[in-house]
């Protein structure tokens, strides 16, 4: 079975350009989360969906990033406009959600760089 | 709101010794995972643990939780170069909540 799929896998851009990120959950799954990883300030959770809803988006940083989800079967997480301090990795999380367990299986990742 | 804490944050050890990792976090959980990260890769799921009590092994890497103490330990048995990696806990707050809230990483690094 194919895993989180998240496109592109790097991307350099210069500030002020839009950058779009994109993720496609596992089949099945219902639940999609958008994480941001640095050496500064680890990792942290930005937003995720539950049945292609937003639960949750108080990670988001400011207005300048924006995340949806149009159907079970991709996410996108937009900046704009993208500034240095933006370069990150950025992972896309799915899960199937139950009363059992919320297992998250990670992306690859993207790497964005903000010149 | 849900605090998760490693410690270390850093280990460096030599092959063939034993060590252990701790994670604590600061609610009440019966729901806890481990991940690892090797440099420059995503996050692999490594162990899910669902009770208190439960224990976890695969080849040298043994994971156990607490519930009561809220504390889970990730052991090391005769330490491998190829376990280096980051190693990250995540707990699970359950009852309609997805979210997993992770610990800072514990970076570990086995010296040949």
Redesign the interface.
């Known amino acids: 079975d194919a895993g989180v799929i998240q496109s592109p896998r790097h991307e350099v851009t210069e500030m002020g350009q839009e950058v779009t990120l994109r993720c496609k959950p596992i089949s099945g799954h219902n ?1 999609l ?1 958008w994480y941001r990883q640095t050496m500064m300030r ?2 942290e ?1 930005l937003i ?1 969906f ?1 049945n292609n809803v937003p ?2 988006d108080s990670g988001m940083p400011e207005d300048r990033f924006s995340a949806k989800m149009p159907n079970a079967s991709f996410s996108t997480l937009k900046i704009q406009p993208s500034e240095p301090r933006d370069s990150a990795v950025y ?1 896309c ?1 799915s ?1 199937f ?1 139950s ?11 993207t790497r964005l760089t903000v010149l | 709101e849900l605090k998760v804490e490693q410690n270390p944050l850093f280990l460096s050890m030599q092959e063939g010794k034993n060590y252990t990792i701790y994670c604590n976090y600061s609610t009440t959980s019966d729901r806890l995972y481990w991940y690892r990260q090797d440099p420059g890769k995503s996050l692999e799921s490594l162990f899910v643990l669902l009770s208190n009590g439960a224990v976890k092994q695969e080849g040298r890497l043994m994971a156990s939780l607490d519930t009561k103490a809220r504390l889970s330990t990730l052991h090391i048995t005769a330490a491998v170069h190829d376990l280096s990696a980051t190693y990250f806990c995540a707990v699970d707050l359950s009852f309609g909540n997805e979210k997993l809230t992770f610990g800072t990483g514990t970076r570990l690094t086995i010296i040949p």
């Open positions: 639940s989360f680890g990792l959770l995720y539950n639960i949750d992972f999380a899960s959600h009363s059992s367990y919320n297992e998250q299986f990670f992306g690859p990742g």
